[in-house]
């Protein structure tokens, strides 16, 4: 008989790919996370994979590399699912085992064309053992440098500031002064635990002002790593307090398309990049490989989702007792990207389009009514055309996507290296337009360097 596993963390998506397989003559496993589904295949030597790409615990790229590194797993065929229609994915996706690519939603038909030759399960021959992860392993994994618990939730203040709001590349200069022109960076601060959001080039002032705060005092701070292109982990090799041999760091992310995340930290510092490699910081810096989608940061509860970004991009949702924090710096809407591409093609698919309302839809539940959300608004409406597909979302759709959820406050994020202060502007004021037409409520500012927000002042200790 012949048999495929499908890894897919859907459970709507499972259960459709399965009754149509199952129809089709096919024995059907079924696994929730990358881990799980490897696990699987090993013990199953199906003829086929199915592999979503945005998956907890081994993302569907790291699945492709690591099954292919198994000489005896060749003859199984591997075929990606997924909502990215980045052709960079695709790439990555085929450059890592895949034999085939499939854009969501998988119709019968789709399946019926990848899936025709396929007969019964490869003969067994020799032993498959587990894959082993192809990149470096977490390492120090749940060090415990941290306080995992404070006494006394009341005095928790809870604040958000920011220290690199810019997107793609820096932008200083006397038209971009009072937005600022740094890459993402946030501080997220919750009693006295330190949590920083990306380390673009605005991490860079921000580890001398916490060097400034913390004089002589050690530091112990938690990284929060979105993704790793550069925009968000350039600044890094600058961050002072890496350099001091008493400060703790830790970074946590998760894996990206192509590698770990030290790895990519570590590359960026290579001798040909920088005169420092990151294993000559002084400073005590662990890193940690997230697996699940959500963790606690001592008193953060972080809940994590996949953004619709080239390779592997994560929003964060970090809640504490002083409100809720929704991080997604770098999405693009799907509904636009949908119906841009298939007007672009002349082919209208109401299918996809219905997918991609219900993949917004998840998103917009992800956010929820969160006191603050960060949100990418890297373009206006009239730019959005010419940069389909780069990841980024036009600014009405981030409002859009806002008043949908519920959310609070919207700061826009991940301004445009092209808009200046003025721009910046005219596109807070549409964006309050929007939300009067709605006759919803919603604060909405752009998110700007030094701009400081409390969402829990300190209580007196009693
Ligand atoms: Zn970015
Ligand atoms: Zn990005």
């Known amino acids: 008989m012949k048999s495929i596993v499908v890894i897919e963390d859907d459970p709507i998506t499972r259960a459709l790919l399965q009754q149509t397989l199952r129809r089709d003559g096919w024995r059907v496993l079924e696994a929730e996370d990358g881990e799980a589904g490897l ?30 590194a198994q000489p005896e797993l060749a003859g199984t065929k591997i075929i990606v699912t997924t909502g990215s229609r980045f052709g960079n994915d695709r790439l990555t996706a085929l450059a890592a085992g895949a034999d085939e690519y499939l854009v969501k939603p998988i119709l019968p038909a789709d399946l019926a064309r990848v899936l025709p030759n396929v007969g019964a399960d490869p003969v067994a021959n020799g032993q498959v053992a587990v894959p082993a992860a192809p990149n470096e392993p977490c390492e120090l994994k749940n060090v415990g440098l941290f306080k995992t618990a404070f006494p006394d939730d009341s005095d928790l203040r809870t604040t958000v500031r920011f220290w690199g709001v810019r997107g793609s590349l820096p932008t200083p200069g006397p038209t971009t002064v009072r937005t600022g022109g740094n890459t993402s960076c946030v501080e997220f601060r919750c009693g006295d635990q330190i949590i920083i959001l990306d380390a673009g080039t605005g991490i860079r002032a921000l580890g001398a002002s916490l060097a400034q705060e913390f004089k002589g005092r050690d530091l112990h701070i938690t990284i929060l790593i979105t993704h790793t292109h550069w925009d968000h982990i350039q600044g890094f090799p600058f961050f002072g307090p890496a350099y001091s041999p008493t400060n703790k760091l830790r970074i946590l992310g998760y894996e990206s398309a192509v590698g770990g995340l030290r790895t990519a930290l570590f590359e960026q510092m290579e001798t040909a990049y920088f005169p420092i490699s990151l294993s000559q910081m002084a400073g005590r810096v662990v890193f940690e490989e997230l697996e699940d989608m959500k963790f606690q940061i001592g008193p953060v509860a972080v809940q994590s989702v996949f953004s619709n970004h080239p390779g592997i991009c994560l929003a964060y949702r970090l809640t504490t007792p002083g409100g809720v924090v929704v991080y997604m710096c770098d999405h693009e809407v799907y509904l636009r990207q949908e119906r841009l591409t298939q007007e672009r093609a002349g082919k209208p698919n109401a299918a996809a389009l219905e997918f991609a309302r219900r993949e917004d839809e998840k998103l917009a539940r992800f956010i929820g009514a969160a ?92």
């Open 39 to 68: 696990s699987l295949v090993v013990e199953n030597r199906p003829a086929a994979v199915l592999c979503d790409l945005h998956i907890p615990r081994r993302n569907g790229f790291q699945v492709c590399r690591m099954l292919r």
């Open 371 to 462: 006191d603050v959300l960060i949100c990418d608004s890297q373009y206006d409406e009239s730019e959005y055309p010419s940069r389909l597909g780069w990841g980024h979302t036009c600014m009405d759709d981030t409002v859009a996507l806002a008043l949908q959820a519920g959310a609070k406050r919207l700061c826009l994020f991940h301004h445009d290296p092209d808009h200046d202060d003025t721009k910046v502007d005219s596109m807070v004021e549409r964006a309050r337009l929007l939300v009067e037409e709605s006759g919803k409520t919603l604060e909405v500012d752009a998110a700007r360097e030094g701009q400081e927000i409390v969402l829990k002042a300190a209580t007196a200790k009693k």
